[in-house]
């Protein structure tokens, strides 16, 4: 990499380097550089996104922006891409427009790409209705579910970060 960098900039050509892991550039070159991070959209900016991107296709009519950006914390370009497989699987099915299990089964492909480096995809046999367990259990599960669902939404749509409780309400 430092070879790359070198004869690269010898020959005044800018260079954009991206990373999972920080890179201290200082060691790499000699250059002055300018380290900029490029957070992943809000759930808001991803909903915009969604509707851009989505309208140079036909969707179906239960698909909610909103889900999508909740559940899907994606980039700008994940999102294109995500739709365009969506698209692909809709064509091979003979359907003239993107139904939602296609839609998430092309965003479930880009989280998949990254989830192989790391795990193995495994088949489930059963669900969570198969899970045998007391009532009372079965809703505190399905409201973390929501929690992790949701959370983003919550956040940021209804701006729960910025409420302040009264002393009295956060010392219980």
Known sequence: ?????????????????????????REVTKLG??????????????QSCWEYYAKSYTLAQDIDMLEMATKF??????????????RSLSVM????????????KGCYNQMSSELTQKATKLKANFGFEDIVMNPSQRETLEHAI???????????????????????????
């Open 73 to 86: 914390l994606f980039t700008p370009g994940k999102i294109s891409d995500a739709l365009k497989h969506a």
């Open 146 to 172: 929501d929690q992790m669902n949701f959370r983003k939404q919550v956040y940021e749509n209804w701006n729960y970060t910025g409420l302040t409780f009264p002393r009295s309400l956060t010392s219980m």
């Open 1 to 25: 990499m430092d070879m790359a960098f070198a004869k690269l900039t010898d020959q005044n050509i800018m260079v954009f380097a991206m990373s999972k892991e920080h890179i201290d550039f």
């Open 33 to 46: 550089y300018t380290e900029l991070e490029l957070p992943t959209p809000d759930t808001a900016e991803r």
């Open 93 to 104: 099915a003979q359907e003239t427009e993107i139904s939602r299990d296609k839609l998430f």
